[in-house]
């Protein structure tokens, strides 16, 4: 792979690993302290040499937009099933003219549309679960350090924190 002129100088290779190790200590610093204890150095530091070419900036974005359209295509979905749900019940409505019938079966129906509501969060759930398995996946196959599949809620907080880092240093002035 043939590196950016930039990146092939060494001092400034080196200043810009200094500037990135640097910054993840401070981030790693501003965690609660049981948060600290998961992430060591060693870590951020090998965070920080993947982090060189920008390629792990690159795929985290995209990875991030991918994980918006999905979750904005959930969200939709959601919507348009309470709003069936609704209408459902307006027509009901429009039907039956004893309040009696109109309260059963309204209150039957109800019952059907948190079931469906319930059953169609819990797909979402799952399907949000796979993309995390995907992405960990993908991380890790980049080789990213701290990624891995992986179920463990601890390792999953700890991979959070990672991605927020950098998020955080994809915003900031990185030196050339």
């Known amino acids: ?24 200590q401070k981030m790693a610093r501003d965690l609660p302290i049981k948060d600290q204890h998961r992430i060591p150095n060693e870590l951020l530091s090998d965070l920080a040499a993947a982090l060189i070419d920008n390629t792990v900036f690159k795929i985290v974005n995209t990875l991030m937009d991918i994980q918006h359209v999905l979750e904005k295509q959930l969200f939709n979905q959601r919507n348009g099933l309470i709003t069936n749900h609704q209408e459902e019940l307006a027509e009901m409505e429009r039907k039956h003219e004893d309040p009696d019938v109109l309260y059963a079966n309204t209150e039957t129906l109800k019952l059907k549309h948190k079931m469906q509501l319930k059953e169609f969060d819990k797909g979402c759930i799952l399907t949000l679960d796979e993309k995390l398995y995907d992405q960990q996946k993908f991380l890790e196959k980049a080789g990213v350090p701290g990624f891995e599949v992986t179920d463990d809620p601890t390792k999953i907080q700890v991979q959070i924190r990672l991605l927020d880092f950098i998020l955080q240093l994809s915003q900031m002035e990185i030196p050339e």
């Open 1 to 24: 792979m043939d590196l950016p002129e930039h990146l092939q100088d060494p001092l400034a290779l080196q200043r810009k690993l200094y500037f990135l190790t640097e910054q993840l």
